[in-house]
């Protein structure tokens, strides 16, 4: 096998399931000695049916009857028949339980790898899910990492075939050493061919496939994410013509992967055969007897039935693990992405508290911040500066692209500013970032609304039974929302769908204030959260969030000055320099 993938496996498996591998291979190693003994067996019954005189002369035979009280041949004969058919249901009864095994390690460990491989995506930085595909990040946590296990398991059984097959040509050298060796050339020669020929194929079809797979899940996302759009524009068909152009070459990829799967046992049992065959109609023909060579052909049957099928199935797992690489390739380079990302975080950031609430009975400083994005050459800010009083509300003002969004995205720590720092009372925020998060309210211009009850979107990732009931309330009634939870039957237990499909816009974004809210924090951040709303519906949030003036320090984000027409301070963003534009009225 590749010892690239052996490379890659020992970094994708964790060190508990090494060691659980290298029991497998022990089981493994046990059932292919049980393998061995029911078919090595076979022998001495066929001898003692076919030539009883050369059983009865062996000494160690003489012995055993001895010891066993055994008085004539068709007494032993019982006997080994009695211990072939022990052996065999007791093999099949362990290999039961080897394959209950191997299945419940498998299975366990696909679901703890595709676990980390979330919470990885989950420890990326904000900068990587500017440009991350959705339908990438599923088909990775989901499909690779089941392909993954399905390549390891074809290892696995790949081994355990291998083992086997090894056990038997054992006793196959010892029962006839010339018909072993030519066995033995066929089957590895037509094996290793096959493999060399099949091998570059299923690799192609492997990553194609996913490619495919990825733009189909990318065509339920986004036909099934923006459904409004699709229905409006009557886009319907269009959505399911990509999805299903690419669905055809997906499932054509895997006809392809399952024929040329099933090709190398039909290549493989015509050849051996044949080679058995005319191995036997040379024999015959150099005059020696059937009959003398009944016993070596019987148990080279019975191991051809096993060994055959052995070849036939390592050509398979070779050609599918080809197939399935592309897949632990990727989940490689994501495993190893937490090492590249802590050597490119900024050592600022390296430790971020223990989540204590940071101080805030002051002000927040915005220090020298310069930030440009990932691959570009513009900067955003240069060495920019802004105070915010505790207590105050600032606007914040500029033009599309201006740069007030990404403000907010490093006020966040979503991203970490190139020079500069945000203090909180004179305290890096980054030392305790966990602390100053606990200060923030965000309230952005589209609520992730999950598709889950009142209750469990007002108290945001916090489990049913850590629900603070009562303070779900109170925020409900800060954000003027109480009348309408009370008008719905089922109350807090209202289901609101989909991102909240089932509310108006104003009461998603009342409900975002109430999140916003639950955690008591100092600060509250608007990023035009209003924008998207009609007159009428802004005016009456922008009112239920001015009941906060002078309570909770504000940052709101506006795109109109009559949204931030009442604030205490706003500020200009442009030309990488945040301007203060008005203080107190003036």
């Known amino acids: 096998m590749d010892l690239d993938i052996m490379k890659k496996l020992r970094v994708v498996l964790s060190a508990k399931q090494k060691r659980r591998v290298a029991g497998l291979l022990f ?9 061995t003994l ?4 076979i022998l001495p019954i066929v001898m003692a049916i076919v030539e009883p005189d050369v059983l009865t002369e062996n000494r160690i035979v003489a012995e055993i009857c001895r010891m066993l009280g055994l008085d004539s041949l ?4 019982i006997v080994m028949i009695a211990v072939l058919i022990f052996i065999f249901v007791f093999k099949n009864a362990y290999l039961l339980f080897m394959y209950h095994v191997q299945h419940t390690f498998i299975c366990n460990s696909q679901f703890l790898i595709s676990r980390d491989l979330l919470r990885i995506y989950f420890n990326k930085p904000y900068e990587f899910y500017l440009n991350a595909n959705t339908s990438d990040v599923l088909r990775t946590v989901y499909s690779d990492t089941t392909g993954v296990f399905s390549l390891l398991l074809e290892c696995i059984q790949f081994l355990s075939e291998f083992i086997i097959a090894v056990c038997l040509g054992l006793v196959l050298l010892v029962i006839d050493f010339q018909m072993m060796v030519i066995m033995c050339f066929v089957l590895f020669g037509v094996t290793a061919l096959i493999a060399l020929l099949f091998k570059p194929k299923m690799g192609r079809i492997g990553q194609e496939a996913r490619v495919r797979q990825s733009r189909m899940y990318n065509s339920i996302i986004q036909s099934i994410m923006g459904i409004k759009d699709v229905k409006i524009f009557a886009k319907e068909e269009s959505f399911l013509e990509e999805y299903e152009n690419n669905g055809r070459k997906f499932y054509d990829l895997s006809r392809s992967q399952k024929v040329l799967g099933s090709a190398p046992r039909l290549i493989i049992e015509a050849v051996c055969i044949g080679g058995i065959l005319a191995y036997l109609g040379v024999m015959i023909a150099l005059g020696r007897s059937v009959t003398s060579m009944l016993p070596q052909l019987t148990a080279f049957a019975m191991a051809a039935v096993r060994l055959m099928p052995c070849a036939n199935r390592m050509s398979t797992y070779l050609a599918n693990i080809a197939y399935y690489k592309p897949t632990l390739d990727f989940v490689y380079e994501n495993v190893e992405m937490p090492q590249n990302v802590k050597a490119e975080y900024n050592p600022k950031t390296a430790d971020r508290g223990g989540g204590e609430k940071l101080p805030f009975t002051e002000e927040i400083t915005i220090e020298q911040i310069s930030y440009q994005y990932p691959n570009s050459d513009k900067k955003i800010f240069d060495r920019a500066d802004m105070r915010i009083p505790i207590g105050k509300s600032v606007g914040i003002v500029g033009k599309s692209g201006a740069g007030k969004t990404t403000l907010v995205d490093i006020m966040l720590g979503l991203l970490d500013a190139q020079e500069g720092r945000i203090l909180c009372d004179g305290t890096d925020v980054l030392t305790n970032y966990r602390g100053w998060l606990h200060n923030i309210g965000y309230i952005p211009q589209s609520i992730n609304l999950i598709d889950d009850t009142i209750r469990a979107n007002v108290a945001f990732g916090i489990p049913r039974e850590k629900v603070d009931e009562q303070r779900v309330w109170e925020v409900l009634e800060e954000a003027q929302l109480t009348s309408f939870v009370k008008e719905q039957p089922e109350g807090l237990d209202t289901e609101i769908g989909e991102r909240g499909i089932r509310m108006s816009g104003g009461q998603r974004q009342r409900l975002g204030i109430a999140r916003a ?42 795109h109109r000055l009559k949204t931030i027409e009442n604030c205490d301070m706003i500020f200009a963003v442009r030309d990488g320099r945040i301007v203060q534009e008005k203080q107190n009225g003036h």
């Open 38 to 41: 029911g078919v090595s067996m």
């Open 74 to 77: 068709e007494q032993l004969v």
């Open 27 to 35: 089981l493994i190693l046990i059932g292919a000695i049980l393998e």
């Open 517 to 558: 809210l639950y955690h008591d924090p100092e600060l509250l951040i608007l990023d035009e959260a209003t924008s998207a709303l009609d007159n009428d519906t802004e005016a009456a949030i922008m009112e239920a969030i001015n009941n906060f003036h002078g309570r909770k320090t504000m940052l709101i984000i506006a």
